[in-house]
């Protein structure tokens, strides 16, 4: 199995497709298996897809006694490019993910063609999210059931979950077999937290980016979305109706081909709105 080396840290990564590369980079309290495999599949069908555990997720090692940053997470990514063999790539980041893509692309940016940044935020002050989601979402069940149940409501509209009742619970049933310990889940938490946030950088990225944010997104409210969008120069927003913290689940075809025709959309293979 492919591994990417750090000092306190041993990071798993797989790699899918040929194409130009494709950086993946996961959530809070996620691992590659929560990319799913079908969009997985499509994007490897045009790029090569580097998918990667964050510290201490899934196949990956770190310590989470000792205080992980978002920085040190970024770097993590660099390392996997590299361990990759890969000196330059596209960048799609979810949720914390996102945060990490940021700083990756403010920290190398000779390494990120391009930034897909999905239901995230630039972080700090700016960051906006009610306090009673923050108290949810430190506040995960013990139980595998009750932590299904605990997503389902924290990602998905009430209308959605009525609708997708079996599919959903087909969903969490596979991608909780391989969960964190909340020991890792709390230090990803802390990592959120203590990061100083990207707005004051933000203008001084140079590379394409798309910023995708369902409009009923309750664990960061789509204006997390506007403000990433009007910070980032030329930065293009796709706002999903009716979608929450799990929108590409819930548009899946869109998600999908917002992301290819962004990424195929010229210059290194990226593309901006013009």
């Known amino acids: 199995m492919p591994f990417a080396e750090r000092s306190d840290a041993r990071l798993y990564y797989d790699v899918h497709g040929e194409g130009y590369p494709l950086l993946l980079i996961m959530g809070v309290g996620g691992n590659i298996r929560w990319w799913g495999s079908g969009f997985v ?3 490897a069908e045009k790029h090569t897809v580097i998918a990667f555990d964050n510290r201490g997720a899934g196949q990956s090692e770190a310590d989470p006694a000792k ?23 596209h960048v799609l980041g979810y949720s914390m993910g ?52 605990w997503y389902k409501r924290l990602f998905f ?11 959903l619970q087909s969903a969490f049933r596979l991608l909780l077999r391989a969960d964190m310990p909340e020991a890792v889940y709390q230090a990803q938490l802390d990592a959120v937290d203590r990061w100083r946030g990207s707005w004051e950088r933000l203008p001084s990225l140079s590379c394409p980016a ?30 999903y109706a009716g979608c929450g913290h799990g929108f590409a689940m819930q548009a899946g075809s869109a998600v999908l081909r917002d992301v290819l025709a962004f990424l195929d959309g010229g210059g290194d293979g990226a593309g901006r709105e013009g």
């Open 41 to 43: 599949r499509r994007l």
């Open 67 to 89: 205080p992980w940053t978002l920085e040190q997470m970024a770097d993590d990514a660099r390392a996997v490019l590299d361990a990759a063999g890969v000196g330059r790539a």
């Open 98 to 149: 996102g945060m990490i893509a940021q700083e990756l692309a403010l920290r190398h940016p000779a390494a990120v063609a391009s930034l897909v940044l999905a239901a995230t935020s630039c972080g700090g002050p700016q960051m906006v999210q009610p306090d009673e989601v923050k108290q949810e979402m430190r506040s995960r069940p013990a139980s595998v059931a009750e932590r299904a149940e």
């Open 157 to 167: 509209p009430e209308a959605f979950r009525a609708k997708n009742e079996a599919y």
């Open 210 to 239: 798309l910023v995708m944010h369902g409009l009923e997104d309750r664990v960061l409210p789509y204006i997390n979305g506007e403000r990433l969008a009007y910070r980032i120069p030329g930065a293009r927003l796709k706002l």
